[in-house]
């Protein structure tokens, strides 16, 4: 893609160079990202340059430039395009490229191999998708292979036997479904996962998918273009079932909890009141609030392939745990599983361990029906 096809793609020429990106970015001071002068270079001069590594991949594709942006342009797009170009010269950081070639090889980006992607199962009476199920169960890689979030994948499976829900998984047919992929700017490899897993999605019959990672969520929902099922984040799914009277309570928690929004659930597919729903209604929960809730979320710096890349500095997440514990929670509690891994990291470095807990709903709601 050459500089005058992303002035056109990315509307660059209607940039009022109003700086609401930059002065919104949550890495800007950090990385010293200026997406409104990237885009300004490109369209003024016609030509593209690469920005030094920690500025271009600082980014984690949060939204909050988009959400911001007066003219409704979509700089976190832009710089995508960008990392498209730095892929297709092979001019990435070998964590990256690592992560990439296991997503190509293993079907993850965390360098396990396909055979054990079950094994977090293990013990469980999961149908696989092939007996005919009502919901498939996307797992997703980082629930699949990480011990901590492994327990979250448990706690949706006792959430969806005690809501009576027929569901499976696919096992070790589950792929990665991408989109960090496409957030590092590998869309060929992308577009190769959307193919695959269409194809076994398809031979199954799946026509409705949930799933406890909202990059996943996201990517489903409007990364893949038409599809034949219909996509929901956990969340959704437990709201609804609580609402209808499928779950009922038998423990109450007794714990201050506030609660994060995820940038891929909240600023990119605005699910923000059926997290809340389920929390408000768990017995013995006080709900509070962060200051910047909602569309005004912190990023917790996990997406956008930064999983896989660090970038010097404080991390959000340290001030996320900080503010949660300013707040009076005794629990941080989100819906995301770079969420939940990039806070626990938080309350160590920060010195929190002991005072303030890291959960994900799903774990919250199995321990109180």
Same mark, same amino acid.
Request: glycine share 8%; hydrophobic share 35%; aromatic share 8%.
């Given at each position: 893609?050459?500089?005058?096809?992303?002035?056109?793609?990315?509307?660059?020429?209607?940039?009022?160079?109003?700086?609401?990106?930059?002065?919104?970015?949550?890495?800007?001071?950090?990385?010293?990202?200026?997406?409104?002068?990237?885009?300004?270079?490109?369209?003024?001069?016609?030509?593209?340059?690469?920005?030094?590594?920690?500025?271009?991949?600082?980014?984690?594709?949060?939204?909050?430039?988009?959400?911001?942006?007066?003219?409704? =342009?979509?700089?976190?797009?832009?710089?995508?395009?960008?990392?498209? =170009?730095?892929?297709?010269?092979?001019?990435?950081?070998?964590?990256?490229?690592?992560?990439?070639?296991?997503?190509?090889?293993?079907?993850?980006?965390?360098?396990?191999?396909?055979?054990?992607?079950?094994?977090?199962?293990?013990?469980?009476?999961?149908?696989?998708?092939?007996?005919?199920?009502?919901?498939?169960?996307?797992?997703?890689?980082?629930?699949?292979?990480?011990?901590?979030?492994?327990?979250?994948?448990?706690?949706?499976?006792?959430?969806?036997?005690?809501?009576?829900?027929?569901?499976?998984?696919?096992?070790?047919?589950?792929?990665?479904?991408?989109?960090?992929?496409?957030?590092?700017?590998?869309?060929? =490899?992308?577009?190769?996962?959307?193919?695959?897993?269409?194809?076994? =999605?398809?031979?199954?019959?799946?026509?409705?998918?949930?799933?406890?990672?909202?990059?996943?969520?996201?990517?489903?929902?409007?990364?893949?273009?038409?599809?034949?099922?219909?996509?929901?984040?956990?969340?959704?799914?437990?709201?609804?079932?609580?609402?209808?009277?499928?779950?009922?309570?038998?423990?109450?928690?007794? /714990?201050?909890?506030?609660?994060?929004?995820?940038?891929?659930?909240?600023?990119?597919?605005?699910?923000?009141?059926?997290?809340?729903?389920?929390?408000?209604?768990?017995?013995?929960?006080?709900?509070?609030?962060?200051?910047?809730?909602?569309?005004?979320?912190?990023?917790?710096?996990?997406?956008?392939?930064?999983?896989?890349?660090?970038?010097?500095?404080?991390?959000?997440?340290?001030?996320?745990?900080?503010?949660?514990?300013?707040?009076?929670?005794?629990?941080?509690?989100?819906?995301?599983?770079?969420?939940?891994?990039?806070?626990?990291?938080?309350? /160590?470095?920060?010195?929190?361990?002991?005072?303030?807990?890291?959960?994900?709903?799903?774990?919250?709601?199995?321990?109180?029906?």
């Amino acid at each position: 893609m050459n500089a005058q096809e992303l002035v056109e793609k990315h509307k660059l020429l209607e940039c009022i160079q109003c700086g609401m990106c930059t002065g919104s970015c949550p890495v800007a001071r950090k990385a010293n990202l200026n997406v409104r002068r990237y885009m300004r270079e490109v369209s003024a001069s016609g030509k593209v340059s690469i920005h030094p590594r920690d500025e271009l991949w600082s980014c984690t594709t949060c939204a909050t430039c988009g959400i911001r942006c007066p003219k409704e =342009l979509v700089p976190y797009d832009f710089l995508i395009d960008i990392r498209s =170009l730095v892929v297709e010269k092979g001019q990435i950081a070998p964590t990256l490229r690592d992560a990439l070639e296991e997503v190509f090889k293993n079907g993850n980006p965390w360098g396990r191999i396909r055979g054990k992607r079950s094994e977090w199962a293990e013990g469980l009476n999961i149908k696989h998708a092939s007996q005919g199920v009502g919901i498939l169960y996307f797992v997703g890689c980082t629930p699949a292979y990480d011990p901590r979030v492994q327990e979250v994948a448990r706690s949706l499976v006792r959430c969806f036997e005690k809501a009576g829900i027929d569901f499976g998984t696919l096992g070790n047919e589950e792929n990665c479904c991408g989109n960090e992929v496409y957030g590092m700017g590998e869309k060929g =490899l992308f577009e190769f996962l959307v193919e695959e897993n269409t194809k076994v =999605l398809n031979k199954y019959n799946v026509k409705q998918v949930v799933t406890s990672c909202p990059h996943s969520y996201h990517s489903f929902k409007n990364r893949y273009g038409q599809t034949s099922f219909e996509v929901l984040h956990h969340t959704q799914l437990f709201a609804d079932a609580i609402d209808n009277g499928k779950i009922a309570f038998s423990r109450k928690l007794n /714990k201050t909890v506030i609660y994060h929004d995820p940038c891929f659930l909240g600023k990119q597919n605005g699910v923000y009141s059926e997290p809340r729903r389920i929390l408000e209604s768990i017995p013995g929960v006080k709900l509070v609030e962060f200051d910047r809730s909602k569309e005004r979320s912190l990023c917790c710096e996990g997406g956008g392939g930064r999983m896989w890349v660090d970038i010097p500095g404080e991390r959000l997440g340290e001030t996320r745990v900080r503010d949660a514990a300013e707040a009076g929670a005794e629990v941080v509690a989100t819906a995301c599983p770079f969420c939940l891994l990039t806070f626990e990291d938080a309350v /160590k470095t920060t010195g929190l361990e002991g005072k303030i807990q890291v959960m994900d709903i799903a774990e919250l709601l199995s321990q109180t029906i």
